[in-house]
């Protein structure tokens, strides 16, 4: 049973370009979490999803960034018109249910580098 | 709105000591859940130790045991007989029990184990 798989790890994109991230949630897997880590800082909640819906988004800036979890295939975090604020490492997390009792499972991350 | 902080930027301890990382919140909920989460080098990060708030007994995983006081709203990790392996960031997080299981994170602790 694969892991929380995220790809790609690194992302060097230049200033104005979009940027996909996805994350393809542990199997049985329908909640996707995407949390963001600015350097030397702790993970801060973006958006949580589930199947083709987004349950929670307040954490995600208004323009620029969207988040999908589509019935099929992998969530993906989408970034518009890269700005150097961007850079950061984005985790995805996935748990199977919306049970507290149930560990979140992290990928290893996207680290983006806007330049 | 939940907050989690970690004082300690940065701890240093040698081979086989006890360390004992800090963490305070700030809450107005009375059901929620406590984690310590490891992340070394290689970014994963690791689930250490989860503590349910309704329960007053302090959770405990092999050298990893916590200090979790309600009333002070203080959530301390204790590492005893410290291994070069658990050089790494600590996060200290917290999540309500009710609603979407998203985590607040602190902003961490630079562990560093010497031999």
């Known amino acids: 049973n694969a892991g929380v798989m995220q790809n790609p790890r690194h992302l060097v994109r230049r200033r104005g370009q979009e940027a996909r991230l996805r994350c393809s949630p542990m199997?049985?897997?329908?909640?996707v979490y995407w949390y963001r880590q600015l350097p030397e800082e702790g993970l801060k909640f973006m958006v949580y999803l589930q199947k083709e819906n987004i349950i929670d988004e307040s954490g995600m800036p208004k323009e620029r960034f969207s988040a999908e979890f589509p019935k099929e295939g992998p969530s993906i975090l989408r970034i518009q018109q890269v700005v150097r604020g961007d850079s950061a490492a984005y985790f995805c997390?996935?748990?199977?249910?919306?049970?507290?009792?149930?560990?979140?499972?992290f990928g290893q991350g996207t680290r983006l580098t806007v330049v | 709105a939940q907050t989690v902080t970690q004082s300690q930027p940065e701890m240093s301890v040698q081979e086989a000591e006890t360390v004992t990382l800090s963490c305070t919140y700030d809450t107005s909920e009375s059901n929620y859940y406590l984690f310590w989460y490891k992340q070394p080098p290689s970014r994963q990060m690791i689930l250490v130790i989860r503590?349910?708030?309704?329960?007053?007994q302090n959770a405990t995983e092999n050298r990893f045991s916590v200090n979790f006081q309600k009333a002070a709203k203080s959530f301390s990790l204790k590492i005893s007989d410290s291994q070069l392996g658990d050089t790494a960031m600590y996060f200290c997080a917290f999540m309500k029990q009710r609603g979407a299981q998203k985590l607040v994170f602190g902003q961490g602790t630079r562990l560093t184990i010497n031999p």
């Open positions: 199997k049985g897997h329908s909640h």
């Open positions: 503590q349910e708030a309704y329960k007053q």
């Open positions: 997390a996935s748990s199977p249910l919306k049970n507290p009792n149930t560990e979140a499972f």
